[in-house]
């Protein structure tokens, strides 16, 4: 009933993964609470066949630390489980904890740190002392990190199950003499105090002496700290042996058969109770494992100073070939020594040029050659070859052909690339205003540039329109006015028109409040497709494609007017009949 109901289930699914909740133990839970956990992959099972899992921890409060295996359930399916230690449980406060796989192959994978809360009891429990199991398994879990002999380790857990063993039967004689006394069964003098086992290490030349003494007597085992060789010919390489057994730890020896019950004394007045006894603790940093117990703290060095130098073992047999490194261009690789040639990479040179902007750029002409100057290395940091250099008060732009660095300043050849000045526009200015004809000269606002020769310059308040006649360039630094020398030209506001005067538009013309100009021909007829819906007047007509006017249609008409009577029909046909009897045979 209730069979693994205090396992808290965790899904391991990345290795940076967060647990989120925290999770619970309690003194009182010893064996039931821990942690039933799935390894997961990208969502599906990670099959830890071979691997080792851990659940390595430390109590913040009393500074205990240890690691816990976990039980493989199915290990092709990644589910594992473990139960909390006792030792992890016998204080209250937090406890850090980590899950490690180490997957066999001399490599570890751990978890993010998550919070184990220790619970305080608030009713019964006990109080729990692994002894020295945990220092085993803290061996294993460090296997790498000392030089411990497998009979030394094996010595050692026999020596911690001897201890755990005197303490359970301590434990059990007390709890059956509380037992007793509650029920009455004892009426005599008081109880013998209760025996704490102690434990000792002590620092030997060979490695360290762990002594463990309860009622029963003393039990010792020696560790010892193998020592180091001196390192011999390398042999060539052969094939990957099997990896070997860590040193396991054995199974607990049987209790010992219970001797029989002595007859039962006269019942006493109940004795006082005796003495507590004190629990054997641990600690391990990878090469001092220090014990405190009834006696005090001892503490060993498990690694002893640098040995003698061995004599050279015997060269193994050849392994296997194994894999040559073969490097490739451009790595090199001669006489042990790992060069790599980059001739053919790109330099300084081959990077793209940058631009650069400054008042001690020399000041060139355009498509000129073969030039040299000296530039300052703090003005132009990393000034090379190909770069460009403006410089804005000439408004030129070189490029830099060679420089050659010195130890303050390079020298530098260039070649004259353009002449921005030589672009010709027309500047706005009320610096200059020359009349049209007139010659002079006058300081005028570039904003810092040159001014070419045939820049138009206008002189936005009179109109006057002019050029500049010859090129003028400011001196370096921040200047912004350059004298100038123009002639006037024309002046475009008041050309046609006395000075001063203003246009006076006429009809159909008009000049706006804006100054605008517009046409009204709304009373005008287009020469081709005009209709004309009213009345329109003309002149006498003196040629077939001229208009008739009425009036020069009424003065003609009244002429005809006897062209349409009868008579005149029959005077005009008796008058062509008449013409043609006169008419003799031969003219007709």
């Known amino acids: 009933m209730l069979d693994r109901y205090g396992l808290h289930s965790l899904v391991w699914d990345a290795a940076d993964e967060r647990f989120g909740d925290v999770l619970v133990a309690s003194p009182a839970d010893a064996g039931g609470r821990g942690i039933s956990l799935a390894v997961r992959q990208g969502g599906a099972a990670a099959n830890l066949t071979g691997a080792t899992v851990y659940l390595v921890w430390k109590h913040k409060v009393t500074g205990e630390r240890g690691t816990e295996p976990f039980t493989a359930i199915d290990a092709a399916a990644g589910t594992f489980e473990v139960y909390y230690p006792a030792a992890m449980q016998e204080a209250e406060g937090a406890v850090q904890a980590q899950i490690m796989v180490s997957r066999g192959n001399d490599t570890y994978i751990s978890s993010r740190v998550f919070t184990i809360r220790v619970e305080p009891v608030v009713v019964g429990g006990e109080e729990h002392e692994d002894g020295f199991t945990l220092f085993v ?4 879990a460090y296997e790498h990190a000392t030089e411990i002999t497998t009979e030394a380790a094996t010595a050692a857990n026999n020596a911690a199950t001897a201890a755990n063993t005197a303490a359970g039967n301590a434990d059990t004689a007390r709890t059956n003499l509380l037992a007793a006394a509650e029920n009455g069964d004892f009426d005599g003098a008081d109880g013998v105090d209760g025996f704490s086992p102690t434990a000792t290490v002590t620092q030997t030349a060979e490695g360290a002496t762990i002594t463990i003494t309860d009622k029963n007597g003393t039990t010792t085992a020696d560790i010892a700290k193998g020592a180091k060789g001196d390192t011999g010919d390398t042999g060539d390489t052969g094939p990957q042996g099997p990896k070997g057994d860590t040193g396991a730890t054995g199974p607990q020896g049987p209790q010992g058969i219970q001797g029989e019950t002595g007859a039962t004394g006269a019942t006493g007045p109940a004795g006082a109770d005796g003495n507590d006894g004190i629990s054997c603790t641990h600690s391990w940093n990878g090469t001092v494992l220090s014990v405190t117990s009834a006696s005090g703290t001892s503490s060993a060095d498990l690694v002893g100073p640098q040995g003698p130098i061995g004599a050279t073992g015997a060269t193994g047999p050849a392994g296997a070939d194994g894999t040559v490194f073969t490097p490739q261009s451009p790595l090199n690789l001669t006489n042990g020594v790992l060069s790599i040639d980059l001739s053919d990479y790109a330099e300084d040179d081959d990077l793209p040029p940058k631009l650069w902007v400054g008042h001690f750029v020399p000041s060139i002409t355009e498509y000129s050659s073969g030039m040299s100057s000296s530039l300052s290395k703090s003005s132009y940091p990393g000034l090379k070859k190909g770069d460009f250099m403006w410089k804005p008060e000439a408004d030129t732009l070189i490029q830099i052909t060679s420089a050659t660095e010195g130890s303050s300043s390079y020298s530098v050849g260039y070649y004259g690339m353009v002449d921005f000045s030589l672009i010709r526009g027309i500047l706005a200015t009320t610096d200059i205003d020359l009349d049209p004809g007139v ?60 000075a001063g005067s203003t246009y006076t538009a006429v009809s159909p013309l008009s000049i706006d409040a804006n100054d605008e100009i517009s046409i009204d021909l709304s009373a005008y007829a287009a020469l081709a497709g005009a209709v004309f819906t009213g009345a329109v007047s003309g002149i006498t007509p003196t040629a077939n494609a001229h208009f008739a006017t009425k009036g020069y249609v009424d003065g003609a008409v009244p002429s005809l007017s006897g062209y349409a009577t009868e008579q005149y029909v029959q005077t005009y046909v008796a008058n062509a009949i008449a013409a043609l009897d006169d008419l003799s045979e031969e003219e007709f």
Request: glycine share 12%; proline share 5%; no cysteine.
């Open 439 to 498: 010659s002079g000269s006058a300081s005028v606002n570039g904003n810092g540039h040159s001014i070419g020769a045939g820049t138009l310059l206008l002189n936005t308040t009179s109109g006057n329109l002019m050029r500049a006649t010859a090129k003028a360039t400011p001196s370096n630094g921040p200047s912004t006015k350059v004298t100038v020398n123009a002639v006037g030209l024309a002046n475009i506001f008041n050309a046609n028109v006395p």
């Open 137 to 140: 398994e803290a061996i294993n």
